[in-house]
């Protein structure tokens, strides 16, 4: 049965050359690493993606807290493709939180609601090494101070409380957020400490 393509499937033009349908003998290489077009669908993740997803995602012995909206939330290691690969299935639903960013949050900023969703994701999991918090790109449109609110609760919990900003409008795709990741693990934990004997 041959392909046929509705009117709205087909791509807005500014986004022509990073789809295309394979044809018999056609060798297309798609335009990548460039920004996305607002109002097309892309099948690329964003910066955020990269640095939770990929990254960051993977540790097991952290809560990972996803300062955003809900949605965002969603993209976590166990809620992606990779579940059955994961040697613990139950670890990813226990220990990935949101502080789920809702309107008046948004307007009046969410730094106290995600300092008290860092004590209660300690509270319920004190037996983890630390606390890695992923800003979204509601975050870094309102400013909220992430760094700041993650020292403090650093101090009170006295575990690590690691700030990522990977805001997903930072970069053309997740390879920001692998290397925002991958930086912040290197200045922040890597030769803090002597591993177990």
Known sequence: ???????????????EKHTYIKKSGECIVPMCNVQT???????????????MGVVGGPVKDVIHLVHGPI?????????????????NTEFHRK???STNMQEANI?????QKLHKAILEAYERFPDVNGVFVYA???IGLIGDDINNVCKQ??????????PFSCEGFRGVSQSLGHHIAND???????GTKEPDE
Request: glycine residues 14%; charged residues 20%; negative net charge.
């Open 1 to 15: 049965m041959p392909l046929t393509l509705l009117e709205c499937d087909k791509p807005i033009p500014e986004r």
């Open 71 to 87: 949605g965002c939330a969603f993209y976590t290691w166990g809620g992606g493709r990779r579940q059955n690969l994961s040697d």
């Open 95 to 97: 220990y990935c939180f």
């Open 153 to 162: 609760a650093s101090k009170e919990i006295g575990v690590p409380v690691i």
């Open 107 to 111: 307007i009046f900023g969410g730094e």
């Open 37 to 51: 077009t607002p109002g097309d669908l892309t099948e690329r993740g964003c910066t955020y993606a990269g640095c």
């Open 136 to 138: 979204t790109c509601v």
């Open 184 to 190: 912040v693990i290197f200045e922040r934990i890597v």
